[in-house]
């Protein structure tokens, strides 16, 4: 079972190790048939690669994404309008907030509501933190300060220095999910290799016609 590292993308086993892989192949059927040792066929190679980084470029606005307090902003200033009082329910007065958030605000801002839905219970939790923040209670803006849960908490990042002498706290585009997916597709990839290229050679052939 020794590996060997000096031609890794052509076989990392070693000459007797191949050896006793085809003359297991040759006694052993499979389902009735030989194993043939083919190798993986190039298109479908390139198809995997293409599903991989489709998912990463599909997904990567929205990975492991943080609700922060200026997504809530609109409707905190509406909650307490006379058209809001008038509904009967928090279901109601909630849903009634989205909808005039959603006709009013930008496209970005739209997804950002859509990913971060938020009760009228939870509303009523966050309203007088973000109130307090838009009063001048924080020295950042909005956008800064992370929803967690019934708490607006200043995120826990460190950026570009801003305006006033301070780093800016938003979360990077490149943090929101995506180092972890990144694992886990390369953890993924590199086992493959590895059990695929600990297999003998595809141009090594066991002899099928043996009995």
């Not at 909808?99 to 950002?112: E, I, N, V």
């Amino acid at each position: 079972m020794a590996w060997k590292f000096d031609q890794p993308l052509y076989c990392l086993s070693d000459e007797q190790e191949q050896k006793e892989t085809l003359e297991l192949w040759e006694k052993e059927k499979h389902g009735g048939l030989w194993t043939a040792n083919n190798r993986l066929p190039l298109p479908l190679t390139y198809l995997i690669a293409l599903i991989i980084l489709t998912a990463f470029l599909v997904t990567m606005p929205i990975w492991g994404q943080r609700p922060n307090a200026a997504i809530y902003e609109g409707i905190v200033a509406n909650m307490d309008s006379a058209e809001v009082q008038r509904l009967a329910t928090g279901e109601e007065k909630i849903n009634f907030l989205f909808q005039q958030a959603m006709a009013t605000a930008d496209s970005r801002l739209k997804g950002d509501l859509e990913r971060h839905p938020l009760a009228w219970d939870d509303l009523l939790n966050i309203a007088p933190g973000i109130k307090e923040l838009q009063a001048g209670g924080g020295k950042y803006p909005l956008d800064n300060y992370n929803v967690l849960g019934d708490r607006i908490s200043l995120a826990n990042f460190e950026g570009n220095f801003v305006e006033g002498g301070f780093r800016e706290r938003k979360q990077p585009w490149f943090d929101k999910g995506m180092g972890i997916d990144m694992f886990y597709v390369a953890y993924f990839v590199i086992v493959m290799v590895l059990l695929i290229k600990k297999l003998p050679h595809y141009s090594r052939k066991p002899a099928m016609n043996k009995s």
